[in-house]
Each structure stands twice: as C-alpha cells, then as structure tokens.
C-alpha cells in the first residue's frame, strides 16, 4: 500500500518522493525506464538521468536568481541538490556534475529508501487517489491522452534539441586553450578558436547540412528559445551564432593576444574530464554531417564523438490556467503536476516545483496547511509565475529569473540590484519556514 503515487522518476519525480518519503509518507513511484519502454532522449533507466546538459547553472547565489535556487533548495534538504554537491565537476561559476555519477547517487538513494516502493511499469491512465505527475517533457502518448482528457484543454509542445558531447583526448590543445569569460571562475573551459572565414565556411556548412525531417504533425511546433539548435539560429542570418553560444568576448587567445573571431566552449561532462560536452550546440543534423561539419572546428579536426546531437518533441501543460497555487489540477484536485510537464525549464527548476509539489502534498496529508512561499523567493517567484503569474495564452517554458520577483521598493542603484533581491528572498524564505520550524517535533 502507498500514501501517494508519483508517475515519472526524473529529476522532479525522484526529488518528489525523497521529500515525501523523508516525512514518513509511503511513496510508490513508477517509471517507465526498464520496465520495457524508453524515450527519444534518455539512454539508461538510471532516476533522475540528465539528457541535455550537465549543468545546473550559476552558483552565486547573491546576484542570480538561479544560484539562489540552489541555496534555497539546499535549506530545504534538497536530494537533487545534495547529489550535485557530491558529485560536482570543474566548470567555472556554474555547477555542473558527472552525470552518471550524479544519477547513480540519486537512484541508489531513492532505491534504499524504506518509504519508497520504485517500480518499473509505464503508467496510462491518471490515478484516481493522490497522485503526482512528473513524467517530463516526453510523457508517454497513452497518458498524455489521459491528460488531456483531465484537462480538457490538450497540451502545448515545443522542440528541445541535445549538444553532443566529445571524448577529450580527441581535442587537438595545440589549437585550443583552456580558459573561463574574462578569467572569472578560473580556466575551466576548452575554447576552439575560428578566425573570420573560418567561421563564415562553417556557417555555411551548417546551412547546407542535412536536417532531421519532421513528421507532419510536429511541423508547426515551435523551439524554446532557450535551448535553439545551432543550425536555427544560423538560418536568422551570419552573425547571429557570433552573439550567442559562439560569442568571443572576454575570451583572449593566448597564442595572439586576441579575442577570435568566434569560439566553441567545451565545458566538462563527467568528474574524470573524459568527456567535454559542446556549449550551445543543441541540433536536429543528421549524425553523419554533424561529424562532418564539427570536425571543421579548430581544434576538433580529429574528435571522437561520445554523443552526437539530437532532437525531442517536449510536452507541458497549459499550467497557469489549469493548476491552483498548490500544483493541484483544477478538474481533479487528487492530481498535483510537477517538473518540466508544468512548463519550467531548466534541471533546477523542475527539480525545485517536485520539492513544492511534495510539501504541499505532506501538509495535505496532515490535513495541514502550507501557504506557497513569499514571491519574493525565488521557490515562489517560479511556483506563482506557473500558477497564475504567466499569461496562459502565450505560456510558454521559462527558468526562473529576477523578473518572475515583485519589484523592489525604492530605487536601489543598478549595481546593487540584484544583491537587494537575493537578500530580501533570503529574509522571506526565513520568515516562511519559521512557522514549520517551530511546529516540527524536537
């Protein structure tokens, strides 16, 4: 028997069910993974299994909103959080993780755990008792149907595309060096340097690549914005991948003293530094002429690919008209909706609404309470922003940002902006979280 069931065992569902299982609930958690079915973009059964980057973004947690998250998610004993702490890899100002290593470490703790039961059985229809649905942007078609039955308003989809990933030994450091922008973070990037018709000949290579075909119904699904295939942006015109993941500023090279015309950033995927993951390089080209086109690199002339790109179509709700400030489903408030399905973007973000779907479900469990967290948190500023501070007509995948907080009261000066917001969330979250302190049992 369970208390409650969570579909989906990502990074939202895995984080779900620690929070729940830590707070006595019994949990029976189904995923699909190795019980016979898979997905486009993952390539174990491992829980919590990261496919696009390695990255969980900003550390600084006193003037980006990302890096805050984490801080916030930590004071709330966060399992995703904890695993990253463990198993962190050199990349700058930004927390990456040896993602096996990561995944491993999140599947043995969830697997140990007494309160959890995992299963491995895809789920078809929504659960009639308690229920928490994080089956992520690649929910299976069965029960996206059942959803969007529940919903009565279907589901939006866009595209999400994955950067390959290359073995290190492969890159030619003759050519590349090792560095971070302006040396902040230390030296903790591989760059591939282009000159001027270096990169012109690329951009015309990506041009006139070949690309997947899509199938009829995914043609008019349109990209986030956030994770856009390199070969996309080059079709908006010649210097647009100059402005954006192969931006040279703050980055001299040190065998010309120079910036390049244009760069490639590898970042490290796993703790060994045996696999270097290509920034920004998300694309839908066919295998054979992403070796061939990405071999033009500097640097990468002779790569070995681990992993090459690809694409997925990802699935989220409509979540700002469909779920109450509790995640709960509107139409069958059993339901609660957590993670990427929702509409968040991001490894941290989606991880972050499992955790509140699953205080809010402990509270409810108790016949207790729990109000949302302050917006001026970062916690509540992405929770409000999905449950009603979006415009649902043009909702769209979003990570969490200063934007989402309520402004600041006076004027602070540009420079001391952002350190204004992150203190002011940390006085809320503490404010939010005295009450549950004072009630738990010594």
């Known amino acids: ?20 299982a830590e707070a006595g609930l019994k949990v029976r958690l189904s995923e699909m993974r190795g019980g016979g079915d898979t997905t486009p973009a993952h390539e174990s059964d491992r829980l919590a299994e990261m496919v696009c980057s390695n990255s969980f973004r900003s550390v600084d947690a006193d003037k980006n909103a990302v890096g805050l998250l984490h801080q916030e998610m930590r004071g709330l004993a966060s399992l995703v959080m904890r695993a990253a702490d463990i198993h962190r890899v050199p990349a700058g100002s930004a927390l990456a993780v040896d993602r096996e290593a990561f995944a491993d470490e999140i599947t043995r703790t969830i697997a140990a755990h007494p309160n959890i039961t995992v299963f491995r059985e895809r789920v078809d229809q929504l659960p009639d008792g308690p229920a928490i649905i994080a089956t992520g942007p690649l929910t299976a078609p069965t029960l996206a149907a059942s959803i969007a039955e529940a919903t009565g308003a279907g589901a939006l989809a866009f595209f999400d595309a994955i950067a390959p990933i290359v073995h290190r ?3 030619d450091m003759d050519v590349c060096w090792m560095a971070a922008r302006w040396d902040k973070g230390g030296k903790d990037y591989i760059n591939c340097p282009m000159d001027r018709d270096q990169y012109a000949a690329f951009i015309d290579a990506l041009n006139a ?5 899509f199938k009829e119904w995914e043609r008019e699904t349109p990209y986030f914005e956030g994770c856009m295939p390199i070969e996309v942006m080059a079709e908006r015109g010649p210097e647009t991948l100059r402005f954006g993941p192969m931006k040279p500023v703050g980055l001299d090279n040190p065998r010309t003293g120079r910036w390049p015309h244009a760069v490639v950033q590898l970042r490290q995927d796993n703790k060994l530094g045996t696999l270097w993951n290509m920034v920004g390089f998300q694309t839908k ?26 694409i997925h179509r990802n699935s989220f709700i409509r979540s700002p008209e469909l779920l109450d400030h509790e995640l709960r489903l509107k139409s069958r408030p059993n339901i609660r ?11 941290i973000e989606s991880a972050a609404i499992g955790l509140l779907a699953a205080r809010f ?21 992405l929770l409000g922003h999905l449950t009603g501070g979006a415009v649902a007509e043009t909702y769209q995948p979003m990570n969490v940002n200063f934007g ?29 979280l005295a009450p549950a302190r004072q009630s738990e049992p010594v």
């Not at 409650?4 to 729940?20: C, N, P, R, T, V």
């Not at 909706?337 to 490894?347: D, L, N, S």
């Not at 479900?361 to 500023?381: Q, S, V, Y």
């Open 285 to 310: 080209l066919r295998h054979a002429d992403q070796v061939r086109i990405f071999r033009t690199i500097p640097g990468l002339q002779n790569a070995e690919f681990a992993r090459l790109g690809g």
């Open 361 to 381: 479900a402990i509270a409810e469990a108790r016949e207790e309470t729990l109000p949302p967290p302050p917006l001026e948190t970062a916690l509540g500023a």
């Open 1 to 20: 028997m369970h208390d409650i069931h969570i579909i989906g065992g990502g990074l939202a569902g895995s984080e779900a069910a620690f929070q729940l």
């Open 337 to 347: 909706f957590a993670g990427q399905i929702t509409g968040c973007e991001g490894y």
């Open 404 to 432: 989402l907080m309520p402004p600041l009261i006076g004027k602070p000066r540009k420079a001391d902006r952002k350190q204004a917001y992150t203190d002011r969330a940390r006085a809320a979250l503490a404010q939010w």
């Open 209 to 213: 690549g070949e690309k997947t075909e």
């Open 169 to 171: 030994d492969s890159v």
